[in-house]
C-alpha cells in the first residue's frame, strides 16, 4: 500500500504543481486582495514552468498531465487578467475582457487534439508583459491604463495568430536552467527596480519581432499558395 501511494504521489507531482500555481490566486479575491498581484503573477509564472521540468526530469508526462497545465493556465491567467481589468475599470476592463476571451480559445485549442498548439503566443507571455507594465509604470509615477488596455489588445491577437512566435525569450529557453534564468530575471525585474526597463525591453522586443517576422513569413507564404 505504501509503494502504490508512493508511485501515485510520484506521478503526479507535476500535476499537483499545476493546481499548487492556481490555488494561492484566492488571495485575490480579499478585500484588499490586489496589493498581492505582482508576486501572485510571478509565483504563478514560476510554478507553470516547474510542472513542466518535473514532467520532463521525472519522465511522468501524460496527456492527462499537458491538459491539466493549460487548464490551470486558463483559469490562473483569465483570473490574473480580469483582475487587473477590475482593478482598473473603463477601458481596461474591457479590453482585459477581450484578453480573458482570448486565453480561453487559445487553451482550447491547445486541449484540443487535433489543434495546433504551437501557434500563437503563450498565454503566460501576456502575464509577464502585464507584470512589466505595473513594475514600470509603478517605478515612473504614470498612469499604467492605456499601456494596459495596449497589451491586452495586442495580446488578443497575437495569441490567435496561426503562426509561430519563434524567438521569444521564454520560448528559447529549452532546458531548465534557461528556465530557471527566465523566473530569476522576472524576480529581479520586482526587487530590483533599476534593472526592471532592462529586462521589460528584452522580453517585449523579442515578442514584438517575433510577431513582425512570423507575420511577414505567413503572409508570405499564404500569397506563394495564392499563385
Same mark, same amino acid.
Not at 529549452?174 to 530575471?185: G, L, S
Given at each position: 500500500?505504501?509503494?502504490?501511494?508512493?508511485?501515485?504521489?510520484?506521478?503526479?507531482?507535476?500535476?499537483?504543481?499545476?493546481?499548487?500555481?492556481?490555488? +494561492?490566486?484566492?488571495?485575490? !479575491?480579499?478585500?484588499?486582495?490586489?496589493?498581492?498581484?505582482?508576486?501572485?503573477? %510571478? /509565483?504563478?509564472?514560476?510554478?507553470?514552468?516547474?510542472?513542466? %521540468?518535473?514532467?520532463?526530469?521525472?519522465?511522468?508526462?501524460?496527456?492527462?498531465?499537458?491538459?491539466?497545465?493549460?487548464?490551470?493556465?486558463?483559469?490562473?491567467?483569465?483570473? @490574473?487578467?480580469?483582475?487587473?481589468?477590475?482593478?482598473?475599470?473603463? #477601458?481596461?476592463?474591457?479590453?482585459?475582457?477581450?484578453?480573458?476571451?482570448?486565453? =480561453?480559445?487559445?487553451?482550447?485549442?491547445?486541449?484540443? +487534439?487535433?489543434?495546433? +498548439?504551437?501557434?500563437?503566443?503563450?498565454?503566460?507571455? #501576456?502575464?509577464?508583459?502585464?507584470? /512589466?507594465?505595473?513594475?514600470?509604470?509603478?517605478?515612473?509615477?504614470?498612469?499604467?491604463? @492605456?499601456?494596459?488596455? $495596449?497589451? /491586452?489588445? $495586442?495580446?488578443?491577437?497575437?495569441?490567435?495568430?496561426?503562426?509561430?512566435?519563434?524567438?521569444? =525569450?521564454?520560448?528559447?529557453?529549452?532546458?531548465?536552467?534557461?528556465?530557471?534564468?527566465?523566473?530569476?530575471?522576472?524576480?529581479?525585474?520586482?526587487?530590483?527596480?533599476?534593472?526592471?526597463?532592462? %529586462?521589460?525591453?528584452?522580453?517585449? =522586443?523579442?515578442?514584438?519581432?517575433? !510577431?513582425?517576422?512570423?507575420?511577414?513569413?505567413? #503572409?508570405?507564404?499564404?500569397?506563394?499558395?495564392?499563385?
Amino acid at each position: 500500500m505504501g509503494k502504490l501511494q508512493g508511485s501515485f504521489i510520484y506521478r503526479n507531482l507535476a500535476n499537483a504543481t499545476s493546481i499548487l500555481g492556481v490555488l +494561492p490566486l484566492a488571495l485575490l !479575491f480579499l478585500e484588499d486582495g490586489y496589493r498581492y498581484l505582482i508576486p501572485l503573477i %510571478i /509565483f504563478n509564472n514560476v510554478m507553470d514552468d516547474l510542472d513542466g %521540468i518535473l514532467a520532463a526530469k521525472l519522465n511522468i508526462r501524460s496527456r492527462f498531465g499537458a491538459d491539466l497545465d493549460n487548464v490551470s493556465d486558463a483559469v490562473a491567467h483569465v483570473v @490574473l487578467t480580469l483582475a487587473v481589468g477590475a482593478h482598473f475599470g473603463g #477601458l481596461v476592463l474591457m479590453a482585459s475582457t477581450i484578453a480573458a476571451g482570448s486565453i =480561453i480559445l487559445r487553451v482550447t485549442t491547445r486541449v484540443n +487534439p487535433e489543434g495546433q +498548439p504551437g501557434d500563437g503566443s503563450p498565454t503566460n507571455e #501576456l502575464m509577464r508583459h502585464m507584470l /512589466f507594465v505595473l513594475l514600470l509604470t509603478q517605478m515612473f509615477d504614470v498612469d499604467p491604463g @492605456l499601456y494596459l488596455v $495596449l497589451i /491586452f489588445l $495586442l495580446h488578443s491577437v497575437t495569441m490567435m495568430a496561426p503562426f509561430k512566435l519563434t524567438v521569444m =525569450i521564454r520560448g528559447l529557453a529549452k532546458n531548465a536552467t534557461a528556465v530557471t534564468f527566465v523566473n530569476v530575471a522576472l524576480v529581479v525585474a520586482w526587487l530590483i527596480p533599476v534593472t526592471t526597463p532592462f %529586462i521589460a525591453a528584452a522580453f517585449i =522586443i523579442t515578442y514584438l519581432y517575433s !510577431f513582425i517576422i512570423g507575420g511577414g513569413q505567413w #503572409l508570405k507564404a499564404r500569397e506563394n499558395k495564392t499563385y
